[in-house]
């Protein structure tokens, strides 16, 4: 038919603005007129089905999920010191959103350390609070499908090493 695509049914992916899913099927659906074949991921965290044309898969960011070694690399990430810029909230806000919907686990991992906040310094704001939320569930989604171990197991493995740096 057209392009072969390198994803397979059962395949761990990771779509940058949704995170980690898994291929369920590769079907074929008619779309106004056209005949394309679809990559049908599934996000089970949030319920969700999302359906990537199998020759939109290189534009879309779309990718497997990472090797051990560049988890590694992310884990590393968060054993450095929080970079914060003296830009204002907003844009930073701006930057840090940009760098979870990337889907790069190292660029996630740099703003669960800047965004992360031991006991002794002052509280988060609501919106600073969200995106370390955001950021830490995106980095511990991959973890725990990198490391085959459940959500909840990764994220305090995640939390443990920040509050060890």
Known sequence: MGKKTEYAAGDWVVYPTH???????????????????????????DRMTLRVPVNKVPTSGLRKLSTQKIMKDALSTLKGRAR??????????QEYEAKINSGDPVSIAEVVRDLHRRVDQPDQSFSERQIYEAALDRLACELAAVENIDRDKAAEKLEEMLMAA
């Open 19 to 45: 995170g980690v899913g898994s291929v369920t099927a590769i079907e074929t659906q008619d779309v106004a007129g056209l005949t394309l074949e679809m990559l049908v991921i599934s996000f089970p965290r």
């Open 84 to 93: 914060v810029k003296r830009a204002m909230w907003s844009r930073r806000a």
